[in-house]
């Protein structure tokens, strides 16, 4: 048996060299490449000397071809831009890279279009599995193109199906909080700006806002409910509507990342001061939040930590630990933190 390595200048390293001189069948060098349980150790690390002494490297392509884990796994999310995500993305990573998978990320917009071309892609790549945070759950194409691509998934933030494993924070609890804080502060007019029943986030929240007013006994202005936008845009033009209200609201609660950057410019050009004139309380926390005058009060949680939980409980799918059960669903607290943006309204604004 000849154990010689090839000598020809830059002749190209083949699984057959690796296995000439690892003295084994290019079998025993796939099933080693792809993590095997079933290699002899003595075997195994004749097989990863050779690798090492030669230099060689897997092709990733050929072991899709053949159905061979990529150890790769795709992450789908709307906004590049938002730092919830740039979070998620790092606490999925740490854990993935751990188990040897490479994350790859791409950013869809918010384009149901996109969201499908991307699902395509990966699947096309061989994706072992995927991380999601679908822009319309209830986006039929979409949905379907997922379906089709049965790659095993986990929705961040989102739900899909009682089939589809979930990790979120506890948006109801939070909003839930905030409400009842302002209201226990004799608000009675709370504006609540967030993206309104399109997906899980927007529902829990309004619920929590919801519930809050039904346990205060308070009636819920149906006015000062702002429901269909995430964007900085879109805030400061609702901000300034509310704020032209014949009644305005005394107090607003902003649910979501990018809303702040849109309420704060918009509460100063009406030349109102936070809380003498409006009391202000923001999701998610942020630079902003922090270093705004005043410092304003958050529902805060975890971006790193729910990246870390999808990350693990699609690694269970991935390894066939356990199967994903229905309505699985991974939940992080929120927090509440108050700072200097609340106070009681002012006499005579009821």
């Not at 490479?102 to 917009?109: T, V």
């Not at 975890?302 to 199967?323: F, S």
């Amino acid at each position: 048996m000849d154990n010689t390595p090839p000598t020809t200048p830059h002749q190209r390293i083949t699984v057959h060299d690796v296995a000439r001189v690892a003295g084994v069948s290019i079998g025993t060098v796939s099933r080693v490449v792809n993590g095997a349980a079933t290699v002899k150790p003595a075997a195994r690390e004749r097989v990863n000397q050779a690798i090492a002494e030669l230099g060689w490297a897997p092709s990733v392509a050929a072991q899709a071809m053949r159905g061979a884990s990529s150890h790769m796994v795709g992450f789908i999310f709307s906004d590049i831009r938002n730092p919830l995500y740039s979070a998620m993305v790092k606490g999925a990573e740490d854990v993935l890279t751990q188990h040897g998978y490479l994350l790859m990320i791409a950013s869809s917009d918010g384009l149901a279009e996109r969201e499908i071309a991307l699902i395509d892609l990966f699947a096309r790549r061989k994706a072992d599995g995927l991380l999601f945070t679908i822009e319309e759950e209830s986006d039929t194409a979409v949905r379907q193109s997922l379906s089709s691509a049965r790659i095993p998934t986990v929705m961040l933030e989102r739900e899909l199906s009682p089939a589809v494993p979930t990790v979120g924070a506890d948006h109801y609890g939070g909003t839930r909080q905030a409400a009842e804080y302002l209201l226990s502060l004799g608000h009675r007019r709370i504006a609540l700006i967030s993206g309104g029943r399109s997906n899980r986030v927007g529902r829990d929240r309004l619920r929590g806002f919801t519930d809050a007013h039904a346990a205060a006994g308070v009636e819920q202005d149906e006015q000062l409910m702002r429901l269909d936008g995430f964007s900085a845009d879109y805030a400061f033009r609702q901000t300034q509507l509310l704020l032209g209200l014949e009644r305005p609201p005394t107090a607003l609660i902003a649910a979501g990342m990018h809303l702040l950057n849109g309420i704060l410019p918009a509460i100063r050009m009406k030349g109102l001061r936070i809380p003498h004139d409006i009391s202000l309380i923001a999701s998610n926390d942020s630079p902003l939040a922090q270093l705004a005058t005043p410092a304003i009060s958050v529902i805060r949680y975890d971006g790193y930590a729910l990246g870390r939980e999808a990350a693990l409980l699609l690694l269970q799918q991935l390894k066939g630990e356990t199967p994903p059960q229905p309505n699985a669903r991974v939940e992080l607290p929120t927090e509440f933190v108050m700072r200097e943006s609340c106070a009681a309204p002012k006499a005579g604004t009821l």
